[in-house]
Every structure is written in structure tokens, then in C-alpha cells.
């Protein structure tokens, strides 16, 4: 799925689909599988999570162009921040170990992702243009 969704980026964005179209609607999707994938059960579940691959392969192309969009002298540093920003892969894993004691339930646990993918959804719609007026000063 993963592959897929490499692939897609590679074929669809931006030729087809806008990268901040492809974030919205993966995002959507995104937060769809999650709530399939825990609310199914047995294979059915797992292929749910494995479809996270397709749509995780194209969150981060799609982030980072619209995160530097128009930073202008800020450009590096903007980047810097979004490759520091990568450290919520080393935070969420060890989260959801511990929300998944806590409720003693694994796949109710992967619950822990709707918030970021709301994030990431509202950074999609409107987010990414906050602060863009005053770069520009």
C-alpha cells in the first residue's frame, strides 16, 4: 500500500490532483480507515490498517510544499522545523504502548491517531496559510 501510494504521488500531483487536494481527501480517508480498521475485526482490520500505507505515502510530499510556500528568507529554517517535526514518529508508537496498557485494548488504542490526522486535515483546509502575512513583511 505503501508502494501504492508512492506511486500515486509519482502519476496524480500535481499533474492530476493538487498536493493540498490529495491531503484533504487521503487525510479523510486517512481518519475513515482508522475508524474501519478498530471498529472491524480479524483480516479485515489489518488490511484496513495496511491501507494507512497508500495514504501515509502522501501526507508528507504534500505537507512539505505547502509548509514552505512563500517562506522566502525563512525557507531554511522552515525546513529545519519540519524535519524536527518528524520526531512525532518517535513519540506516537510509545503513546499508544502505554494508552494500550492503560486501556488494555491494542486496536482501540490506535484510536491515538484521529487527533493528528485532524491536525493534519485542518493544516490541509486552512492551516497552512496561517502567519503567511506576516512572512511577507
Known amino acids: 500500500a505503501l508502494l501504492a501510494g508512492y506511486l500515486f504521488n509519482i502519476i496524480a500531483i500535481p499533474k492530476y490532483i493538487t498536493q493540498q487536494k490529495a491531503m484533504i481527501w487521503l487525510t479523510i480517508l486517512s481518519i475513515l480507515l482508522v475508524l474501519l480498521a478498530v471498529f472491524s475485526e480479524g483480516k479485515l482490520a489489518v488490511i484496513f490498517f495496511m491501507l494507512l500505507g497508500f495514504?501515509?505515502?502522501?501526507?508528507?510530499?504534500a505537507i512539505w510544499p505547502l509548509a514552505i510556500d512563500g517562506l522566502g528568507k525563512f525557507t531554511k529554517i522552515g525546513s529545519a522545523f519540519l524535519i524536527m517535526g518528524i520526531v512525532g514518529g518517535a513519540i506516537l508508537p510509545p503513546l499508544y504502548g502505554k494508552i494500550a496498557e492503560l486501556i488494555n485494548n491494542k486496536q482501540t488504542a490506535y484510536l491515538i491517531m484521529l487527533p493528528a490526522y485532524l491536525y493534519i486535515l485542518y493544516y490541509a483546509v486552512v492551516g497552512y496559510k496561517t502567519g503567511r502575512e506576516n512572512i511577507a513583511k
Not at 55 to 61: C, D, E, K, L, S
Open 55 to 61: 495514504t501515509n505515502a502522501v501526507m508528507w510530499p
